[in-house]
């Protein structure tokens, strides 16, 4: 990044052109992906690239998450299963994980721990985005 030229400044403000107001932001997001990256990097050096990449999100399933679809659908959906076949595996009725795909119902703790063990992904991922 460029200098960045000081347009105005008192004991209390400093007054910058928006382009420089702009980079500075930039950097600072750059700054929190680095420590991330790297992360995700080690993590994919520990399982092996493979197991690592199969949790990444593509763009289209990302916009699905952004546009409100529930996220276990979509994680049940990314590994290929069924509804029924994922109820069995984390010892639920189907129309218990139906009402939690359609918000029907919230979901207890328990049930969002079982079905991350059946779809062999963390627990936060799964919850649904508050409205």
């Known amino acids: 990044m460029d200098a960045i030229r000081i347009i ?3 004991s209390e403000t400093v007054t910058i052109a928006r382009a420089d107001f702009e980079a500075l932001l930039q950097a600072a997001e750059d700054a929190e992906d680095v420590p991330a990256l790297a992360a995700h990097d080690v993590e994919g050096a520990r399982i092996g690239k493979a197991k690592a990449r199969r949790d990444d999100l593509t763009v289209e399933e990302i916009e699905r998450l952004l ?6 659908r979509l994680w049940r959906q990314k590994r ?11 010892g639920m009725q189907p129309g218990y994980l139906a ?3 359609t918000g029907r119902q919230p979901g207890s703790v328990d049930a969002y721990q079982r079905l991350s063990a ?14």
Do not use: F, K, M, Y
């Open 99 to 101: 009402e939690i795909e």
């Open 118 to 131: 059946a779809l062999d992904v963390p627990v936060h991922p799964l919850l649904p985005n508050p409205a």
């Open 80 to 90: 290929g299963l069924s509804q029924r076949a994922l109820a069995a595996a984390a």
């Open 67 to 72: 546009a409100g679809e529930n996220p276990v």
């Open 8 to 10: 105005e400044a008192t």
